[in-house]
């Protein structure tokens, strides 16, 4: 018997005295203070150990569910995580936002005073660490035993300040004054090899020996993911590089050299220093594989150490472990279980091949070549030799097996290799990712059918069961909920009750009362009031936002062409009955991508040129609140009438901001891109704006002798706004970007300029009728439950994981 069992701390309470009990305790006995002295920051960190032990009640409960029931567990892969600000969402989920309003008042400060000093943790770039953060909440909530693994960098996404001069970075040390939700486990710490040499077993065949030549140590600590309306709350794993003890030179210390002795050390804590801020590029830089290695490395270890506490043998692994790739950042994953199981562990090639197989599943989420991870096969061997050696044993089988396919297919063979040949050679991350998993997908319709079209379209045809679609999805409780809580209570009191929140196509039933006079007055209402709250511009303007990461496909200066023309409209008849608009751009930049950062810098001349003219600023204006985040976003988004989702056709795999906005009851100008054509099905077309070429034409364009010159000709107005920036009225910016879309124009701007400017206009006539303009918000608020990621991680789970809910039961 044993007799541990059954013995377990003091719950904590759920009464209002009892939360006040243990918020004290927690003042006292772990922030080491008293309610005199007690400070904003020490209140803050208390709150949150309070909530967090709430949590951890809950955790207790669901490993004890889990480890009974020995499921199948889904393992997140993710360089990135973007898991917002904490301390609302845990009040939220735990149900306890007013029981903590109550006791922090006893310590001198308001929730709200709190909340400000709240950590955003930054851990990655855009849409991919969002979806990230966004799935691991879906996944508690639907009761999927999942683990998020990830890498906890120093440095999230950098601080972006905005002047006249556009955009510049400073470092976030988003953890600066520690993080109270995170739990360290150092007793799980992992052993990360680098570099080194291989050398051959005697007697075995495939089994080889790595001696690496850097031993850098990974050590883990996580957050508590809580599902919402249900016990369980899942982990999120993250990952941190240290120096081994054997990294500290104390000779050299005692010497004197005290930057040699740390040098060693420093160069392995580096690996988990700093999130690379790119998005939807590729960056070739070692100590970005380095990254993707350590994360691998440490997480693989850790699932099997995992497995191997509840199972025995291998058998089982794949029936117990899925392990999702979130892009192609973390695909080496493949060659490492190989190498574990082949090197390690001693199975036959052929046994571990088809648990890795059946072990892995792909989520690609874009369609640019540019962004297709290769890595330069010297800086693989000279890195990760064992794992080259074994992505040649792997792309030698594959490729036998295309051959036996297409005999004498000598180009598709090239075109298939997992090693790419021009111009040099290079390790191709995508196709070992395919070739590696069971299942592929993209993340909206039209995304999964062009990546079996184009990108991927030898694969689809060698095994078209393998790719499928799963389109993503925004958490209702964060987009919604927290983000806008009047919105959120006028739905919960016309659909008599708060199911939707874990139930979003009941949304639907908010269609009753688009008719409805008075509901769609209040509606109105609560976005004037969001509006006053954002204090972005006059409240009664109509507020048109773009905000997402700059990148000439997503077209933030086709926005600026329309920008330019409204203002030569607006002073060419200064006394006509325009509508007043305030544009407001939000987003940031890869440090290195100059194009996207002379478009910022044109918008920063130009909302400064329309502020200072009397003509147009009663009717325009351009706003851009720097260092766009999700906590941002959660002020904007509830904020917004018209949601700018104007990629080039093709381009744009899903989007989530689009799905954002609509659910908060912005009606949407875009073009049939991403997840904007599922969202236009679903809201109805008559509901939504939409304007330029499909992804068929804008594919075919170039070949076509595409000219933006002819469009230049041919349409005066677009005409007019370039010649303004050409002849430098908004400063060199205005004159490099001009360059760019009358050379060769890469995202076709010119080409949809009318179609869109057209639209445009029909969002004002639309406008200047109240009632339809807040009709059609309802609607698109109303159709908008498909895209909750409750509904994505349901997806994942019924047609990639083939897993099913564990229920945690409740407490006593
Ligand atoms: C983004 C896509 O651009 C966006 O459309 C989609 O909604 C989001 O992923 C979530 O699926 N993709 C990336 O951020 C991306 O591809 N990043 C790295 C691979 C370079």
Not at 73 to 88: D, H, I, N, P
Not at 588 to 602: D, F, G, M, S, W
Not at 722 to 736: C, Y
Request: glycine share 8%; proline share 5%.
């Amino acid at each position: 018997m044993d007799l541990r069992q059954g013995i377990g701390p003091r719950r904590p309470g759920k009464t209002a005295d009892e939360f006040q009990q243990d918020l004290l305790s927690n003042l006292f006995y772990r922030r080491g203070t008293t309610v005199e002295s007690a400070s904003a920051r020490d209140a803050y960190e208390t709150l949150s150990l309070t909530v967090r032990d709430r949590l951890a009640e809950r955790r207790s409960r669901t490993a004890a569910a889990h480890f009974a029931t020995n499921p199948r567990w889904v393992y997140y892969l993710s360089a990135e995580y973007l898991l917002g600000a904490q301390l609302e969402q845990n009040l939220l989920y735990s149900d306890t936002g007013d029981l903590a309003a109550e006791a922090v008042k006893t310590l001198g400060f308001s929730l709200e005073d709190l909340e400000e000093l709240d950590i955003e943790p930054g851990l990655g770039n855009g849409g991919l660490g969002r979806l990230a953060a966004c799935l691991v909440d879906s996944m508690a909530t639907r009761d999927i035993p999942a683990v998020g693994y990830g890498i906890r960098y120093d440095f999230g996404i950098f601080h972006q300040i905005i002047t006249e001069e556009g955009q510049t970075e400073r470092p976030d040390d988003w953890a600066f004054h520690g993080n109270p939700w995170e739990f360290p486990a150092p007793d799980d710490r992992q052993t990360v090899g680098f570099y080194g040499h291989t050398e051959p077993i005697p007697g075995a065949q495939t089994r080889k020996r790595w001696v690496p030549g850097e031993i850098v140590l990974g050590e883990p600590s996580h957050m508590l993911v809580p599902g919402y309306g249900t016990e369980t709350v899942n982990i999120v794993r993250l990952w941190r590089a240290r120096g081994s003890e054997a990294s500290f030179d104390l000779s050299r210390f005692s010497a004197g050299q005290y930057a040699e002795a740390v040098q060693e050390a420093v160069r392995a804590e580096n690996i988990s220093k700093v999130l690379y801020p790119d998005d939807s590029t590729e960056l070739g830089r070692e100590l970005r594989l380095k990254q993707q290695y350590f994360l691998v490395s440490c997480s693989l270890r850790d699932i099997i150490r995992r497995f191997r506490l509840r199972n025995e043998g291998w058998a089982e692994f794949a029936d117990k472990t899925v392990i999702q790739l979130n892009d192609t950042h973390p695909t080496i994953a493949i060659a490492e279980l190989m190498r574990l199981l082949v090197d390690e562990y001693e199975l036959e090639w052929d046994e571990a091949w088809s648990i890795t197989r059946r072990t892995f599943a792909y989520t690609c989420h874009t369609l640019l070549p540019e962004a297709l991870e290769t890595w330069p096969v010297h800086m693989f061997e000279r890195l990760l030799p064992r794992h080259l050696e074994i992505i040649y044993l792997i792309n030698m089988l594959f490729l036998k097996e295309v051959e036996a396919r297409f005999p004498g297919d000598h180009d598709r063979v090239r075109r298939m290799s997992i090693i790419g040949e021009e111009p040099e050679r290079r390790v191709r991350m995508a196709h070992l990712a395919v070739v590696g998993t069971e299942a592929v997908n993209g993340v909206a319709e039209l995304h999964s059918k062009l990546l079996r079209e184009t990108v991927l379209n030898d694969f689809a045809e060698l095994w078209p069961a393998k790719f499928q679609n799963v389109t993503n999805g925004v958490s209702p409780r964060r987009f919604v909920k927290i983000a806008n809580p009047r919105l959120s209570d006028l739905i919960t009191e016309g659909l008599g009750g708060d199911d939707w929140l874990g139930d979003l196509e009941r949304l639907a039933g908010l269609e009753a009362l688009a008719g409805d006079a008075s509901f769609l007055e209040r509606w109105r209402a609560i976005k004037r009031a969001n509006k006053v709250d954002l204090a972005a511009g006059d409240p009664d303007s109509l507020t048109d936002v773009m905000i997402k990461r700059f990148h000439e496909y997503k077209r933030q200066q086709l926005k600026l062409l329309h920008v330019i023309a409204m203002y030569h409209r607006i002073r060419a008849d200064p006394s006509a009955d325009w509508v007043p608009r305030t544009v407001l751009f939000a987003g940031k930049a890869a440090p290195a991508y100059h194009a996207a950062k002379e478009i910022i810098r044109l918008i920063a001349m130009i909302a400064a040129r329309i502020a200072a003219d009397p003509v147009v600023s009663p009717y325009l204006k351009v706003v851009f609140p720097e260092n766009y985040n999700v906590t941002l976003a959660e002020r904007i988004i509830p904020a917004a009438d018209l949601s700018e989702q104007i990629s080039l056709a093709g381009k744009e795999a899903s989007g989530t901001g689009n799905m954002k906005l609509a659910l908060n009851g912005a009606l949407t100008i875009g073009t049939l891109d991403g997840a904007n054509i599922e969202i236009r099905a679903r809201v109805g077309a008559e509901n939504f704006f939409l304007f330029g070429m499909d992804a068929y034409q804008a594919a075919n364009a170039h070949q076509q002798g595409y000219s933006p010159w002819a469009y230049y000709e041919a349409d005066g107005e677009l005409r007019a706004a370039l010649d303004t920036l050409r002849a430098g009225t908004f400063g060199e910016a205005g004159q490099r970007v001009a360059a760019s879309l009358l050379g060769r124009d890469e995202y076709l701007t010119l080409a949809d300029f009318r179609s869109y400017v057209e639209s445009q206009d029909e969002v004002d006539r639309a406008w200047r009728d109240p009632q339809r303009w807040a009709r059609m918000s309802v609607l698109n608020t109303a159709h908008s439950g498909f895209f909750s990621s409750d509904r994505t991680v349901s997806d994942y789970a019924a047609r990639i994981w083939r897993v099913a809910p564990v229920p945690v039961p409740k407490e006593g």
